[in-house]
């Protein structure tokens, strides 16, 4: 089945053992959205942050510690380990305090967002889905599901509309371009009357 990287259960005691003793004395609190880029061995090549909000140091802190972390590799479409990348949050919070309270609230958008003329009422105005697209060495896309597995309306429609777009290549450790399992998210939102 066609899957990106996962990261490990990590229990709430390993993820404080990573909190930096300079930000728990300092109350400090951070919110990170990161891209992982990992090999099909499940190392982490390259951690990227994509937005971050609250202190910026132990927002780099993050990157730190995923960049130790060993990870399930994607899986493509043969079922073999591959490139993969996945884009996450975190958030690092000291309850109590008034950046804790900030950053708590915070929340990452979808990467991608269709606009829709209706979804079925018992979805409201807006749903979101996660993909897992493989994309080949040029770019396009070769393979692509909904993360669980499971085939929906909404799974199509996406999949459709990404099909004849080209995504970023990535290389491997030589310089080379490799095919990669990238996970997506995608919100579809009503479309709100103009005027």
Not at 86 to 108: F, M, Q, Y
Not at 150 to 157: L, P, Q
Request: a negative charge; charged letters at 30%.
């Amino acid at each position: 089945m066609l899957a990106a990287p996962q990261l490990p259960e990590r229990s709430s005691r390993e993820i404080l053992s990573d909190y930096p003793t300079w930000a728990l004395r300092a109350e400090q609190s951070t919110f990170v959205y990161f891209e992982l880029f990992v090999d099909p061995k499940g190392n982490v090549q390259r951690c990227d942050i994509v937005a971050s909000a609250g202190n910026e140091r132990l927002a780099k802190q993050v990157c730190t510690m995923h960049r130790r972390t060993k990870m399930r590799p994607a899986v493509d479409a043969n079922g073999e380990p591959t490139y993969g990348k996945r884009r996450d949050e975190i958030k690092l919070v000291l309850p109590d305090t008034e950046l804790g309270e900030e950053v708590s609230n915070l929340k990452a958008n979808a990467q991608y967002q269709l606009a829709v003329k209706s979804l079925p009422p018992e979805d409201g105005s807006r749903k979101q889905i996660s993909l897992a697209m493989q994309i080949g060495r040029d770019g396009l896309v070769e393979a692509c599901a909904e993360k669980n597995g499971d085939r929906s309306a909404y799974s199509e429609a996406a999949c459709t509309f990404f099909q004849d777009d080209r995504f970023a290549i990535e290389t491997g450790k030589e310089g080379t371009p490799v095919s990669y399992v990238s996970e997506v998210s995608v919100e579809f939102a009503v479309e709100q009357p103009s005027g």
